[in-house]
């Protein structure tokens, strides 16, 4: 087993702060460099667009694209860590497609991801992101379970 | 564990259910273990007909006594043939898998789970589908899992032949055709 590469995809949300950490530190430990992966969606796509006439969807699109670049290039920046190489992504499509799809593109050796904790009804209704990545994966994934900064506090 | 759920000091619990996923699973773990400098715990669930949904507690049969030992006897080979020190900690227990694993990583205070995607239960001959156990595993663990995919799909089905023509042979209607399904699957 040589781990190079591990991809973290992150939503941005205040729940990623567990999953960079554990991934921060396991890149240090393997001497891995990290990958920070936000997708983000293409506004053509979502559910709200069939209404939207007359609405430049693809300058949507490119300003979420501008937007997502500029914090994940921060949040890279926030977490850089020793000798732990960063790279910072931004794609565009589907999150769970584009994850696999740099995984393999980029010859990850693992995925770490984030998991949030939700009752077996949500999961069964919703069937998550996450167990799409883990399901299709060709590599190794990392679930980390997550909690919000407030959860982290009442916990300790 | 750490709040932030860091691999500082590290205990890594791997479940075996002999399967190829699980022995990927286990090979993973041995290199994890190493690059972590982590301690490598391994367990089986034996499950018994009465333990798989039981609203009582299992019932001592002698039959599980036997199914102990010999279950013993096949992890300490199975960790025997991935090299790994014979005093690596191991343990059967008899359960529900799911419960009994995540009761295992409490007691522990593991930091790790590294498990195979399917075992046995299986993904009904689709590879891309996730393991009931490693499934509700990966949900309700309070501790990151990784999940093992075994080598290829190739190598699965010609490993997974023999044990399919072994366990007919000691079926009692032997000759009975045994299609591409999981034993014990759902």
């Known amino acids: ?156 | 564990m750490t709040a932030a759920g860091t691999p500082e000091t590290c205990s890594i619990i791997v479940p075996l259910d002999f399967s190829d996923a699980s022995r990927a699973a286990l090979r993973y773990a041995r290199d994890l273990a190493i690059a972590l400098r982590a301690e490598l715990r391994a367990i089986h669930v034996c499950e018994t007909p009465w333990t798989r949904r039981a609203l009582y507690a299992p019932p001592p049969l002698p039959v599980t006594a036997s199914l102990f030992a010999l279950a013993g006897e096949r992890l300490t080979a199975e960790l025997r043939e991935a090299g790994l020190p014979p005093e690596t900690p191991a343990i059967v227990r008899v359960g529900d898998p799911v419960s009994e694993v995540l009761r295992y990583l409490n007691e522990q205070r593991a930091d790790l789970i590294v498990m195979g995607t399917h075992g046995w239960h299986g993904a009904g001959g689709d590879r891309h589908r996730l393991g009931r156990v490693t499934r509700r595993v990966v949900h309700e663990a309070n501790c990151p899992v990784v999940t093992v995919r075994a080598a290829s799909p190739g190598c699965v089905e010609r490993q997974r032949a023999p044990a399919i023509a072994a366990l007919r042979a000691d079926l009692p209607h032997a000759g009975m055709p045994v299609g591409p399904v999981d034993i014990g699957g759902e």
């Open chain 1, 1 to 156: 087993m040589h781990t190079s590469r591990i991809l973290v995809p992150t939503d941005l949300d205040d729940r990623s702060h567990t999953t960079l950490c554990y991934a921060r530190e396991l890149a240090t430990k393997l001497r891995a460099e990290l990958h920070i992966l936000h997708v983000v969606p293409d506004a053509a796509r979502e559910s709200w667009a069939i209404d939207a006439a007359g609405v430049d969807l693809a300058a949507i699109t490119s300003e979420w694209l501008r937007d997502a670049d500029v914090r994940v290039q921060m949040l890279a920046h926030q977490y850089r860590f020793g000798p732990v190489a960063m790279f910072a992504v931004v794609r565009l499509g589907a999150v769970a497609e584009q994850v696999l799809a740099y995984a393999a593109e980029h010859r990850v050796d693992a995925i770490v991801i984030g998991l949030s904790k939700h009752g077996a009804v949500t999961r069964a209704l919703r069937g998550s992101t996450v167990d799409r990545i883990v399901r299709r994966a060709s590599c190794p994934v990392v679930t980390v379970p997550t909690a919000t900064p407030r959860e982290l506090e009442v916990a300790s």
